[in-house]
């Protein structure tokens, strides 16, 4: 068994890892790819069948390069006489860098050195540098002072087909199209008699891969060049076999496809871009291309359903972003009156233009389109709801829905004190209705620049305390039911302004795991403040709302003072530190996700620049490492943590080792801000007492709407002894 490398777009990892195991490999997904195992059969298969990868690459070594002297000498060691004939054509790739190699062109020459002596010295000749379609092709990636160096089997990206002679300017890439296909569940559509409509087709990318796709034609079927073809591993009667194989699968499903593409644009230049590419792909007898534009658009006669699917212009590329929301909303109207019972897919990389369809999705996907995030929106056309009476609540819906309306009546005055639009309103009162409701009051974050109040919008944040496996699951599940009709019946809110969720404890104690990748954000504000939060892709939402009253403690205390937040998770604490006067803050979390949240809570309040840094890393290796003094540390760690990226940590066995490093960085005068979340913590007073001062303030730092589980939390002020006098 050989192990492999398929590199895809990001968002595609886990479609691929699914047809890389359909075709009998052993697939993992990893960041932007999937590592596979397998023979070279499946690696063949991989360049010849897979509609998702970019490149597959096997990999012939891997070692530690911290500079040129260690690159060369790894590539060196390699027999290459085994690869490539000595006298071959060849291309190196190399990304990333590592140690002193920081250009990747120069780290691509010392490969191509190390080569061409090792070849002119055992055979006195050598291979010649070609960039355009070598005979051997190789990847070299540099990371961590780690290079790997791999044969490109593919030899050219595998989204060139072959089929395509024209493009427009911002074309689709062909295993992006497939990803939409596949996400829109076209295989299935197509197998229960359904056609395929794209009403913005451009060159046709999406009709040729999805007429591909419903007759079996392997994608790589009309590619006469790949990168293993001067390998001198290569199998070439095995190759033939397969390619034997794919063809009369090809031949095969083409004599059954049905007629039911159908595509449209109102710029007849690329309808007949589109044509001449749905000719050479083979498919043009099966598809029927017009010129219209999205305001006439129907459905083809003969189809009473199907799928629409289209990447329409989006801005960044193409198109005016002021005309754009009308051509949605037009093509959103003629869904919705024309195409009752049909499904649709958009891809888009501005919720402002989704949300002009006037649909409400089922689902989203978030894919890039090149560098470009994008979410692709699935839709099931449905006619205009009409308004019908409430179902009548269960006398257990409507037992919780009065405990809300209690609780809300008791939190209106401290609530309003404080100015709280963010707030818990209901954490298990009812021990059976095991669940926390949180309410968020914000915007959508395309319309948030404003702040109108009268415009914010409400949402709520349902989350089910998983019930232990005694309790009878489908009792459970009604509570569980029960509880989300009250929550939505008391505050009279769509289900797309619920987000509902079961907790449990994430994989190594994290309470960031991620669920989803919607990538909506809506804008909130605290304390004057304004945050991003996320309540549907993570467990928790970016905004711990019991710190509420910490944060504002650290606000407090930061005048004056340069701030290290440790565990920074989305920054919140420094921008409230920034907000009470700080000189500096420093943000650390492992998560580089994080820290670009991080930076985008300090902009949406105004601070950015060099005085408040953000830095990857573990909280002790840079408490270790660093030089600085802090006159505030706020430190806020997971109960338990088993990142590979740093040592494990428990706060309740690592606690005093922390703070200690903590109090190392401290001014004299200075303020330590611990808390943390583990219900059953106890502080090491006697070994902390020796180096701190400490005052509890946990109950105090507990906010109204917590008062219901007052160990929500633990929080204490450490002072250095000398100082807290």
């Known amino acids: 068994m050989t192990a492999f490398f398929a590199t895809c777009p990001k968002g595609l990892e886990y479609l691929l890892r699914d047809e890389l195991a359909a075709l009998g490999a052993d697939a993992h997904e990893a960041l932007a790819g999937v590592r596979f195992t397998g023979e070279l059969e499946h690696a063949y298969r991989a360049c010849l069948e897979s509609r998702l990868a970019s490149r597959v690459l096997m990999p012939l070594a891997e070692f530690d390069a911290p500079a040129a002297d260690a690159l060369y000498a790894g590539v060196y060691a390699i027999d290459w006489a085994q690869h490539l004939a000595p006298d071959t054509t060849l291309a190196i790739d190399a990304t990333g860098t590592t140690g002193s190699l920081n250009h990747s062109g120069f780290a691509a020459q010392k490969v191509k050195d190390a080569i061409v002596d090792q070849c002119r010295e055992r055979f006195a000749t050598r291979p010649t540098i070609r960039a355009d379609r070598p005979a051997v092709r190789l990847n070299l990636r540099l990371h961590k002072r780690r290079a790997t160096l791999s044969l490109d089997f593919s030899g050219e990206p595998l989204h060139r087909r072959g089929w395509r002679r024209g493009q427009g300017d911002a074309p689709l890439k062909e295993n992006l199209a497939c990803a939409m296909l596949l996400r829109a569940d076209w295989p299935d559509i197509y197998a229960g008699g359904g056609a395929l409509v794209d009403p913005m087709c451009g060159s046709g990318t999406l009709l040729v891969e999805a007429a591909w796709m419903a007759a079996g034609v392997a994608p790589a079927l009309q590619r006469d060049y790949f990168g293993f073809l001067g390998w ?50 083979g498919v043009a007898g099966f598809a029927s291309l017009g010129r219209r534009a999205v305001e006439y658009l129907e459905p083809p006669a003969g189809f009473s359903g199907g799928l629409v699917v289209t990447n329409p212009p989006y801005g960044e590329r193409m198109g005016d972003l002021a005309e754009l929301p009308r051509v949605y909303r037009a093509f959103g109207e003629r869904l919705r009156t024309q195409f009752e019972g049909w499904h649709a897919a958009v891809l888009t990389s501005e919720p402002a233009l989704e949300r002009a369809l006037d649909l409400y999705p089922r689902k989203h996907y978030v894919l890039f389109n090149g560098a470009i995030e994008c979410r692709l929106a699935l839709f099931e056309v449905r006619p205009p709801a009409r308004p019908r009476a409430p179902a009548p609540l269960s006398a257990g819906a409507e037992m919780v829905a009065n405990r809300i309306r209690k609780n809300l009546r008791n939190l209106r005055r401290p609530l309003a004190r404080g100015g709280v639009t963010c707030f818990r309103v209901y954490d298990a009162d009812l021990p059976e209705y095991a669940a926390a409701i949180d309410v968020y009051r914000g915007w959508p974050e395309d319309r948030a620049a404003g702040g109108d109040a009268a415009a914010a919008q409400t949402w709520l944040h349902v989350q089910e305390y998983a019930p232990p496996a005694t309790v009878d699951a489908g009792a459970a599940l009604t509570r569980w039911r029960d509880l989300q009709r009250a929550a939505r019946a008391v505050f009279d809110l769509p289900r797309e302004q619920i987000a509902t969720k079961t907790r449990t404890r994430g994989k190594g104690g994290s ?48 005048r004056d003072r340069d701030v290290l937040n440790l565990f920074a998770y989305t920054g919140a604490a420094s921008v409230y530190a920034a907000a009470g006067g700080a000189r500096s803050t420093t943000s650390v979390d492992l998560s580089q996700g994080y820290l670009e949240w991080a930076s985008r809570n300090l902009s949406l309040n105004g601070f950015g620049g060099a005085a408040h840094v953000l830095a990857r890393g573990d909280a002790m290796t840079s408490l270790t490492e660093s030089r600085a003094y802090y006159g505030l540390i706020f430190v806020d760690p997971p109960t338990f943590s088993n990142s590979s990226r740093a040592e494990d940590f428990d706060v309740q066995r690592d606690h005093v080792a922390l703070l200690e490093a903590c109090g190392r960085r401290l001014r004299d005068d200075g303020v330590i801000v611990f808390s943390n979340n583990f219900r059953r913590f106890q502080l090491d007073v006697d070994s902390l007492a020796r180096t701190f001062a400490l005052e509890d303030i946990g109950r105090a730092s507990v906010p109204a709407d917590f008062a219901r589980r007052p160990r929500i939390h633990g929080c204490w002020l450490l002072r250095k002894q000398a100082c807290a006098a």
């Open 511 to 558: 309470r960031y795991g991620r669920l989803a990748t919607g990538n909506e954000f809506i804008i909130v504000e605290e304390g004057g403040l304004r945050f991003r939060v996320n309540l549907r892709d993570r467990v928790d939402t970016g905004l711990f709302l019991d710190h509420r009253l910490v944060r504002a403690r650290v606000r407090e205390l930061a």
């Open 232 to 281: 001198r591993g290569h199998d070439a009667a095995l190759w033939q076999s397969l390619v034997d194989a794919a063809k009369a699968r090809a031949e095969a499903g083409l004599r059954t496809l049905r007629a039911c593409f159908f595509g449209s644009d109102a710029d007849p230049h690329m309808l007949a871009i589109a044509t001449g590419n749905l000719q050479n792909a």
